[in-house]
């Protein structure tokens, strides 16, 4: 009889205990509240992106990229544009001329735009330009130097640090904080070295700043390219695509008429080359 009237006792607390160990797992049970687990996590706030990150990958979405020129190897005609990372007016350029330029040259195909970094305003150009130099190594070097451009700071300020190399080189795929490095091996540094050199002789012979640029057929040597001086009274896209199409029709003329000479100019001859890519 005793044993009898004990069982319910023992069922009854025993049925407490599961229940609290209910109550207490659903605590932490994201069911419990009727919430998918999976759409919990989806809501967890994530770190911000860095600025100008999305806008880089649509930019950029689908387009070949060799070292420092972005485009079809086979376009006719080679852009050449002279920049400083630290360069307001290179800024300038890159955010609100350039877009149209790649809608309307590079995608099309009748164009590629090639950079020649530089690094002439300071110690934050030259680590800035030694990443630049990784990234084309890479042949990502025109996310870096957009996503540069996006969060240009004071000019020599230090805020190109190494937290903030990092950062942007963590946005583009394919790349590690090793490529972050401001330090350059001597591959690396002799690249930087040669288009550097390169900058100088061409800039200096035209007494021009940055952004500069030059224009000419994309199988000849980028010193005998045509200077594009850039006037205030039209748009600087205009002026830079008539550039390109100039070049393209003459090499239009020259192909129709066999024996035509080239009619680019000349190229100095202590001008130095421009300097191959290194790679990774």
């Not at 930019?59 to 050449?80: H, N, R, S, W, Y």
């Not at 050199?197 to 045509?226: K, M, Y």
Request: with cysteine; net charge positive.
């Amino acid at each position: 009889m005793t044993a009898r009237r004990a069982l319910p006792v023992v069922l009854v607390a025993a049925l407490i205990v599961a229940a609290v160990a209910m109550v207490l797992a659903g605590r932490n049970n994201p069911y419990a509240d009727g919430r998918d687990p999976g759409k919990a996590a989806q809501q967890e706030p994530k770190a911000p992106q860095t600025p100008g990150a999305a806008e880089t990958a649509a930019l950029l979405e689908g387009i070949e990229q060799q070292g420092m020129v972005l485009g079809d190897p086979k376009a006719p005609v080679t852009l050449l544009e002279y920049v400083d990372l630290q360069c307001p007016f290179c800024k300038k350029h890159q955010l609100d001329v350039q877009p149209e330029l790649i809608k309307r040259l590079v995608r099309t195909g009748e164009a590629r735009i090639a950079f020649v970094p530089l690094a002439f305003l300071g110690p934050d150009s030259i680590a800035a330009r030694n990443v630049f130099v990784r990234m084309a190594a890479r042949n990502r070097a025109w996310e870096f130097a957009h996503l540069f451009f996006w969060n240009q700071g004071q000019e020599n300020s230090g805020y190109v640090s190494d937290a903030f190399l990092r950062r942007l080189v963590s946005e583009i795929p394919g790349t590690t904080d090793a490529d972050a490095s401001r330090q350059l091996d001597q591959k690396h540094a002799a690249f930087a070295a040669r288009s550097e050199a390169l900058g100088q002789a061409v800039l200096g012979r035209h007494e021009a700043g940055t952004p500069g640029f030059a224009v000419g057929p994309s199988d000849a040597a980028p010193v005998s390219f045509a200077w594009v001086p850039i006037y205030r009274e039209q748009p600087v896209a205009e002026q830079l695509i008539q550039a390109v199409r100039q070049v393209r029709a003459q090499l239009d003329r020259r192909r129709s008429t066999p024996g035509t000479p080239p009619s680019a100019t000349s190229p100095a001859p202590a001008t130095p080359s421009a300097p191959a890519a290194p790679t990774a």
